[in-house]
């Protein structure tokens, strides 16, 4: 079956270090890839996608993350946290020709101390 | 401008309630999508509209009952919910089912 797993449930940090958060997905045909982020509160918000291209996509407020397609990877990273980016973090695949379906990782709580 | 309505934003009813959960959106997108979230879990993938016929039933439960009446509105009828179906509703709406997936805020639903 088709799943996304993503390491770290619960990930804490403090101000100003490095983050990486890993995502793996089991489907052997093409997909796109995203990173969604759900702040306290708020709701689902893209912070990056994959389509095709070059594999080291950057999003908005200081995320990239890297398709690594061997490895059916597709790693978020930020140089340096902030205590802002304290929220869940999923990653989500869309197979092509699955007509829309998004299958979601278990998603991983960013808790980053000030 | 990637925004997708929803109301209400909470809903409280009760088992024989009958109510409506409404989505809206504007940016000419043809495929619209419900979603459940229960607190700290992904969203789960209820039902898909692609231009404007249902394409996808994730094996919902009749008491959930989704409507579309045109390419910018999608509706979720609900009927002798379970206290178990207390969740947040999210819409979404993408250009085509292969696009990018743009969320609303939700409806916090609570079944009595």
């Known amino acids: 079956a088709q799943s996304v797993s993503q390491h770290n449930h619960h990930v804490i940090l403090s101000e100003a270090a490095s983050l990486e958060l890993g995502c793996n997905y089991s489907?052997?045909?093409?997909?796109?890839l995203f990173w969604y982020v759900q702040y306290p509160g708020q709701h689902l918000q893209l912070l990056l996608k994959?389509?095709?291209?070059?594999?080291l996509v950057k999003g908005i407020k200081g995320f990239e993350a890297e398709f690594i397609k061997s490895k059916f990877s597709f790693n978020l990273r930020k140089p340096s946290v902030q205590w802002s980016d304290t929220a869940e973090y999923f990653c989500?695949?869309?197979?092509?020709?699955?007509?829309?379906?998004?299958?979601f990782g278990q998603g991983t709580e960013l808790s980053v101390k000030p | 401008d990637t925004e997708v309505t929803q109301t209400p934003k909470h809903l409280v009813m009760g088992m024989t309630n009958k109510k409506s959960l409404k989505c809206e959106q504007h940016m000419g997108h043809r495929a619209m999508y419900w979603y459940k979230q229960k607190a700290k879990k992904p969203p789960e993938l209820m039902f898909v509209?692609?231009?404007?016929?249902?394409?996808i039933n994730e094996s919902v439960p009749s008491r959930f009952s989704p409507e579309c009446p045109n390419s910018s509105l999608l509706n979720l009828h609900l009927h002798a919910l379970q206290p178990e179906d207390s969740a947040l509703y999210l819409c979404?709406?993408?250009?085509?089912?292969?696009?990018?997936?743009?969320f609303g805020p939700g409806t916090r639903l609570l079944v009595l």
């Open positions: 989500a695949v869309n197979p092509y020709n699955q007509g829309g379906k998004l299958i």
């Open positions: 509209y692609s231009y404007e016929k249902l394409s």
């Open positions: 979404a709406s993408s250009l085509t089912v292969q696009e990018t997936q743009y």
């Open positions: 489907y052997g045909g093409t997909v796109n």
């Open positions: 994959y389509f095709s291209g070059d594999p």
